[in-house]
Every structure is written in structure tokens, then in C-alpha cells.
Nanobody, 121 residues
Framework: QVQLVESGGGFVQAGGSLRLSCAASGSIFSIASMGWYRQAPGKPRELVARMPTGGSANYADSVKGRFAISRDYDKDTVYLQMNSLKPEDTAVYYC???????????????WGQGTQVTVSS
């Protein structure tokens, strides 16, 4: 089994910062990419940032210059540093990993349980 465990959400005032972490564990053969999505009430889930293994990060236009994604390949962990937070960043943030376990023929999407980020004005 594979698990993605997130941490780091919370409540912050506008202009503040938060750092999210997500660790993948279990019978992992390889990880193709890790990233973060978010979903605000009444809106569809959207990509925030994603980093393919060995590749460059890509970001949603709304977070460019404010958020930074990074990975610790030894720990199978992805981070999201969020600076200059705005009320419109309020959402549930989900960790995503495209990974292949030891019994699968190809990578599949795995999701964390979600962590709430609330930014007050």
C-alpha cells in the first residue's frame, strides 16, 4: 500500500506564510512526479504546483512568484512554501503523487487526505 501524509496547513493572516509537507510511504517502486492541488468551496480542484522527478517545477499563474515547490528525493517528500498569502488562496490543499508501486505496470495518481489553509483579510 502507498500513503501520502500531509502536514502544515492552518490559519494565517494575509501576507503571511505557511509551509506544507507531504511524505509518500509504502511499497514505492518509482515516483514520476509530486505536486499540490487545491480546492476552494464551490470550485473545481486546480493545480497549484508540480515537480516531475528530475524536472523543473511548474506553477499556476496565480501563485507564481509567491509559492515555491521543492522535493527531498531521499525522503520521498514534497514541500510547498507559500509566501505573501492572499484570502483567495484559502482552500483545501491536496498532495498528489504519480507513482508506481511494486505490483503496478505503470504509475498511478495517489492523493493525500487534504489540509485546510485559511487566509484572513
Amino acid at each position: 500500500q502507498v500513503q501520502l501524509v500531509e502536514s502544515g496547513g492552518g490559519f494565517v493572516q494575509a501576507g503571511g506564510s505557511l509551509r506544507l509537507s507531504c511524505a509518500a510511504s509504502g511499497s514505492i517502486f518509482s515516483i514520476a512526479s509530486m505536486g499540490w492541488y487545491r480546492q476552494a468551496p464551490g470550485k473545481p480542484r486546480e493545480l497549484v504546483a508540480r515537480m516531475p522527478t528530475g524536472g523543473s517545477a511548474n506553477y499556476a499563474d496565480s501563485v507564481k512568484g509567491r509559492f515555491a515547490i521543492s522535493r527531498d528525493y531521499d525522503k520521498d517528500t514534497v514541500y510547498l512554501q507559500m509566501n505573501s498569502l492572499k484570502p483567495e488562496d484559502t482552500a483545501v490543499y491536496y498532495c498528489n503523487a504519480q507513482l508506481q508501486n511494486w505490483t503496478a505496470p505503470r504509475p498511478y495518481d495517489y492523493w493525500g487526505q487534504g489540509t485546510q489553509v485559511t487566509v484572513s483579510s
